[in-house]
């Protein structure tokens, strides 16, 4: 078994964007990377060779809900995550604490953890930094997530500091609760809202208890895309080189080039996925929406400049009648083409970085936006 | 361009099971065959691959939905409809008649045709046996369906031989509308309700008109089942056995059994595809709700002696967790395994009749399901 490693491959010359290299026992993760949200153990609407077929490297999938349904220890008893959902490349999850403040009702928080009702049946549920990571690591995760407090934006400083406190002691009780020896990886996440100096904080309390790679969490929660960059650049200097940093939850191709650009490695997002179901497809000149009645007799592909498997077989027209029909191919392939999209954006972002060329690359993706 | 044609290639020696091969100009059809339906121009749930990956040799299409909605003269801009649907195997197209009378609204029918409104938008058209014959040649089906009524069951015998004779006279126009030498066929389509004589009278009235092949409408409208397989004992008789004989819109797997035993060539029904949609899927042993508690920990594939995508690389639990959680993959895979097994059934029927076994191969498909 390969242990869980991290490989700084190229620093580009003129941004702080990084080429690196995760290695994994279930295969390596060239970086920068885009995972494709797989929520319930699926990434909505593609099987598991056309995440293949798009390039996904690694899927993110989500403890609330499959702590929920069908139930980690039911995952664990059919052979683990990878084999349930038949996905032989790693897999991230996340530790909950996003879900339990977005879908759980009655939350309370306490030292010990964070008391809610599940959205599906009222139950009630204590998940604690012990409990999440033993959920995690009961689904078989290769990257495993400490459990932490999201915090809503605007918070006052007093309850962000505190929130990160409390965060930091649950990472720590995550770092101790776990199993030794299966070659996974524990990422800490740096919370501290808004502010650079609790975000310092939250850096140092994490690299004191030392983890796998390192997450900016509490972003992409309402506040402008120029603060999220002022936080990124105020957060990732204190994070080591030699370990992998991810921005969770983000975001558009804008927020993933920006990111990149101040030392981004690792991104994920629902955006793709959600959009394409509600007939928005990501291009080289921008979004479209693919139900405008401009399309109805529009014979191009998507994008023109786009060799997907959607953009090689089928025009706009189809799209449009499928969705506008309510089809399950209209999210099938509107889905399939998003991922392709965010996927190759990264492919391409890394062989820019390769080539010191990371600025040229940036000028001309908003170039091509802009003069569409 | 090989114009259509059929070739009786056996006669089982024991029942009135045939074997036949129908040529296209998109490719041959082997017969017995079961036909995917597509309604608005997609098998919901499975991509063109997927579909000949279960061996799927032809699809149905809708008129009447694709009259409305994108418009045959779009589609025909575009292409036609194979190009529209990436699919370049052979497209039957129904005429539209049992969706005038199953969805449109203050449908009203004169020698002339039918007036109804939209289930769409409410707006008023009248179609003839002309236009349904010039909307399927503009969509390029490979074989064409006469435009006739959809009578009602029970209908008194009275109402059934006007309607009969109207669907006739409508018939003979759509022959004489069609545009020449394009390569397609145009099959006729008995009525005559459950009635033995009309039906008979039906069939000489349509071999008088002369078809490339013939139907049998008016059938699974709610008729006991063994009222079905007297209506194809009192007519196939009377159709030539140069040609293929289609019964429209059967059925369960039983039907298709006993519809071949009886020399029916082709079939097509929602069955497969809409109960996949509902959780219920077919297998050798009979039909599984996949949404039943019994299956939460089942690691069993669907079917154990399925060898479909589905069933080698998924499991039941991991199948009832995608239907519980409302997931586009339920539809996806239980579509794929269902249309997997319908056209696997067939090929295996097919088998059967080569090596007039068709007798034992009917008996052991009953007796799995008897003794499961």
């Given at each position: 078994?390969?242990?869980?490693s ?33 929520t ?63 879908l ?93 100096d ?19 969490g ?43 650009s ?40 998507v ?20 969705y ?49």
């Amino acid at each position: 078994m390969i242990p869980f490693s991290f490989d700084l491959l190229h620093q580009d010359t003129r941004t702080q964007a990084r080429r690196g290299r995760i290695h994994t026992s279930r295969g390596k993760i060239e970086t920068p990377i885009f995972m494709p949200v797989g929520t319930q153990a699926t990434v909505k609407g593609l099987l598991p060779e056309a995440l293949k077929e798009v390039g996904a490297q690694i899927i993110l999938a989500n403890t609330y809900h499959l702590f929920l349904r069908p139930g980690h220890q039911t995952v664990q008893d059919l052979g683990g995550l990878h084999r349930f959902m038949n996905w032989d490349r790693p897999i991230l999850t996340d530790s909950g604490g996003f879900q339990v403040f977005s879908l759980g009702q009655l939350r309370k928080i306490s030292e010990e953890g964070v008391l809610f009702q599940s959205h599906l049946d009222g139950s009630t549920h204590l998940l604690t930094p012990e409990l999440a990571t033993g959920v995690q690591e009961a689904l078989g995760a290769d990257i495993i997530m400490a459990f932490d407090e999201c915090i809503a934006y605007p918070s006052p400083r007093d309850y962000v500091q505190r929130s990160t406190d409390l965060s930091a002691r649950w990472a720590r009780r995550c770092k101790e609760a776990r199993r030794e020896g299966d070659g996974s990886a524990l990422f800490g996440i740096v919370q501290g809202g808004m502010f650079p100096d609790l975000r310092r904080k939250s850096c140092e309390d994490l690299l004191e208890i030392g983890f796998d790679g390192y997450a900016l969490g509490g972003l992409s929660v309402g506040e402008e895309a120029s603060v999220m960059y002022d936080v990124m650049e105020a957060t990732l200097p204190h994070l080591p080189h030699d370990h992998p940093r991810y921005v969770m939850g983000v975001g558009t191709p804008e927020n993933l080039i920006e990111g990149i650009s101040r030392g981004v490695d690792m991104f994920d997002c629902v955006m793709p996925t959600r959009n394409a179901r509600n007939g928005v497809l990501f291009t080289s000149f921008g979004r479209i929406s693919i139900k405008q009645a401009r399309y109805a007799r529009d014979e191009q592909p998507v994008d023109p400049a786009c060799g997907c498997y959607v953009c090689r077989n089928y025009s706009r027209a189809y799209l449009r009648h499928l969705y506008q029909s309510g089809e399950i191919l209209a999210s099938v392939l509107n889905t399939h083409h998003n991922i392709h999209y965010y996927l190759d954006l990264m492919a391409s972002a890394r062989s820019a970085i390769e080539a010191n060329s990371f600025v040229e690359f940036k000028r001309d993706f908003y170039h091509q936006r802009a003069t569409h």
